[in-house]
């Protein structure tokens, strides 16, 4: 249990019936201002540093050289629910490239968007990589592959596509990454310290104040974020309700195995959270309660109740328990 | 943290990406043999005790009076997933008894079945109270609803079948109930201490010893499901396949939030565990590795190997982790 606190309660009746520990820390410019756990833990981001990953797609220029608007660039940092919304957008991407579905290295998946889902089953159709969550990052990545020449198997840990994002994170999270895990959507995942990825969201928080160019691009894409929220995930999910509730003020990720990440410009703070079970419930309540905390969320917005107070149903659709933030969060 | 100790860890690449935390115990007839973590804490069992809650309907004469069979009973201690196997049973059993759907009060859920969730999709039609997991159980009360001469809102906790489902759970855990939340199929859970579900395992593993009335009933119900694994959850879950990897000698039963109990009657132990954050994945390896501690599965068994050393898949279908238990359960 060593360097996990609370974090999350889910209650039934007047029982506290489970409990989610984690860690989690924010950082300001001046490195971290306060954390809960062993923020020093090492822990794999997942998904929810995709923008870090972004980054080599624009500073390279890439991105322009392609014509990429916010959109794409959304796209590049989102776990989307493969909607239609999301699957078209990314299937004219490819064609621009004068590539295709195939060419992507995700694996298929069955999107999470209800709609897009259902009517793949009444089709007795299988999902394609186009409806992988991280269709949108493999884009950018086979876009930034063709720009610099590079062979096809961009997802290979020695692709200079892996090694750009490998060297980015190690800059912004402030030390060598000790390592990698591969992730669900086939790529290296690099793990690095929960308060190294809170400095990284609080660079990518200040850099409207620098004039660099990755700097630059980290802006480009945190506005990009909260310009397209329903592109970042998707209807009804907690990276697109949170940004919606704060507009152009908090940028938000979530990452498998319950981890989450946040961008606050007007503060220059960032904030990284890992739940120790990496339950999404824990993730999503306890990334809401640090956001009121810190004032850029308001407790009230239904949004952040939905979190904050996640209702408990029974299958008759009573309201049996709730999911709420440890004490010391709020 | 107080009172938890590790039980699963998922590992990614060379990391411990993951944790779960819980508490165990194994009881045999003198009382807790062995236990892990704070065995005394008190937790909502959930579905994990349905064969206490089963145990009314044998007793009172019910079950015979209805001409119940092991199919029967096994279902009334199930969790099952919404096949056709299970909803056509309780479908006869209802209009055996002159009773329709109509008559449960568990609401409808979506089958966790893929082929029987995939069929109400392409007719666009909903699921019915039937694919409930637990509308056997629910037929079971009915039925000793009937036999009592009780009326139809058998779920409220004044009604006989509950007050009678209380009286034995308390008698098997040897304590008063400290109260209830509502389960998620409407009906009241009570709470108790783990170690006291453990020692009422222990008191189903033993009943083949004894020649009361509730002895008697607990042996056809741990018969039942042992005959009848396929009714008790369904095919690929871990009950219904650890009970065939040791035909007729154990009784496991999965209850949400990461609950499982284990009756070996060959023994005459019985165990409880609850994982802290309710996960099933850390759930089901832990009870495997348990069952494997105590000699009752073999971890060569490829069912077993498969909750111990569970495969974490990307969406290429590469192995790229694997959910593990403590080694303290080893």
């Known amino acids: ?66 014509r990429l608007g916010p959109e794409h660039l959304a796209l590049a940092c989102a776990s989307h629910q493969g909607a239609e919304m999301h699957t078209r957008r990314v299937a004219d991407w490819l064609d621009a490239l004068g590539l295709s579905e195939a060419d992507l290295r995700c694996g298929p998946q069955m999107p999470s968007d209800r709609a897009a889902r259902e009517a793949l089953i009444r089709a007795k159709e299988t999902p394609t990589q186009l409806h992988n969550n991280c269709s949108g990052k493999h884009a950018g990545m086979l876009t930034l592959a063709r720009h610099l020449g ?49 400095r990284a969201m609080a660079w990518f928080a200040t850099a409207h104040e620098r004039e660099d160019a990755r700097s630059r691009a980290a802006v480009r894409l945190t506005e990009a974020m909260m310009a397209h929220p329903e592109l970042v995930a998707g209807e009804g999910r907690t990276c697109t309700e949170l940004m919606r509730a704060a507009p152009g003020a908090i940028a938000v990720k979530t990452g498998a195995e319950g981890v989450f990440t946040a961008i606050l410009p007007e503060q220059g703070l960032g904030v990284a959270l890992k739940i120790a079970d990496g339950a999404a419930r824990a993730a999503d309540c306890a990334i809401a309660a640090l956001l009121v905390r810190l004032g850029a969320l308001d407790a009230k917005d239904p949004a952040v109740r939905r979190r904050m107070e996640a209702a408990v149903l029974n299958r008759r659709g009573d309201e049996v328990g709730a999911i709420r933030p440890a004490t010391a969060l709020g």
Chains 1, 2 share one sequence.
């Open 150 to 198: 590079a062979g096809p198997e961009y997802h290979l840990p020695g692709h200079p596509v892996q090694i750009a994002c490998r060297e980015v994170f190690e800059a912004l999270t402030g030390a060598p990454s000790p390592g990698y895990g591969i992730d669900g959507c086939a790529l290296p995942n690099f793990a690095g310290r929960l308060d190294g990825i809170a």
């Open 1 to 66: 249990m060593t360097g996990w606190v609370l974090m999350a309660e889910a209650a039934r009746g007047p029982f506290v019936e489970s409990q989610h520990f984690g860690a989690a820390a924010i950082a300001g410019p001046e490195g971290i201002r306060e954390a809960w756990g062993d923020a020093g833990r090492v822990i794999l981001p997942r998904s929810a540093i995709k923008m870090i990953q972004a980054l080599p797609l624009v500073t390279s220029g890439a991105a322009d050289a392609a």
